[in-house]
């Protein structure tokens, strides 16, 4: 099964990459009950061989099952179903999406505040670079280590080292939920506008333009994730994936 232009329904649906398309296939299937709970999915070396990707590929996908709630990983056994619908709150590592964006509206928010008011002008110089570089980037890993990293350079910027090492602690989780929404969400570009407004208030000193734009871009978080969960696998998506 060669996966490069997929469609469903007989309807064409944007140029997607091979993990999204794995993941889509998979994940119909078993909204389909053809994988009931409690059953066994292929071994990645089956799957790889089925769908003509790497196995890196088949990896990536069966993780995004997984914290989208509808399969568990066992040590040494492979891959169970254990629900035929996904989870309202899919994990991230080692916390829940409801969880992050919890912590993230009494974290970033305040942070984007004091941003304004305290950044230096090395840290105006380190977020511009960044932003750019952001805007320039076209490796999706590349990308995602960017990300986190500019929202820990945005915590340093509020003179508080306390927000910068909770930014760090869950930067892991984080990275995840970036990848998630980069690969079934469409986000990357829609990060970028949002990420530039965040920039902007904060080099204009405006505290209440950087809250505004911060809520507004964890606003968009959530609304992508929402989005995600609730549209089924084998729905036609329009270009540039689900609005948030």
């Known amino acids: 099964m060669n996966l490069s232009d997929s469609q469903a ?9 091979a993990v999204e398309a794995v ?29 003509e990707v790497s ?3 088949i990896r990536e996908a069966l993780r995004t099952l997984q914290a989208l709630g509808f399969t568990v990983s066992r040590t040494g056994k492979g891959t169970f179903v254990q629900s035929n619908g996904p ?5 991230f590592g080692e916390y829940s999406a409801r ?41 999706p890993v590349a990308w995602v280590a960017m990300d ?10 509020s003179g508080n080292p306390v927000f910068r090492r909770v930014i760090e602690e869950i930067r892991d989780a984080l990275a995840h939920q970036s990848k998630f929404l980069n690969d079934l969400g ?16 904060i080099i204009e000193g405006s505290a209440e333009q950087a809250v505004e734009a911060m809520d507004l871009h964890l606003s968009r978080v959530e609304a992508t994730l929402n989005s995600i969960v609730r549209t089924p696998a084998d729905a036609p998506r329009s270009e540039g994936g689900p609005e948030a």
């Open 9 to 17: 329904g007989g309807q064409p649906l944007k140029r997607v990459t």
């Open 23 to 51: 993941l889509t296939h998979l994940r119909g299937a078993i909204e389909r009950g053809e994988y009931a709970v409690g059953d066994k999915l292929p071994s990645e070396a089956e799957l790889a061989a089925r769908f």
């Open 55 to 57: 196995r890196s590929v």
């Open 87 to 91: 989870a309202d709150n899919p994990v």
């Open 99 to 139: 969880d992050l964006l919890e912590v993230r509206r009494h974290v970033e928010i305040p942070v984007a505040r004091y941003a304004a008011t305290r950044r230096t002008a090395g840290d105006l110089d380190e977020l511009g670079h960044l932003i750019e570089r952001m805007e320039r980037e076209t490796d």
């Open 148 to 157: 986190t990293l500019f929202h820990i350079t945005i915590a340093q910027a």
């Open 186 to 201: 469409g986000r990357r570009e829609r990060a970028n506008a949002e990420h530039r407004l965040i920039v902007e208030a």
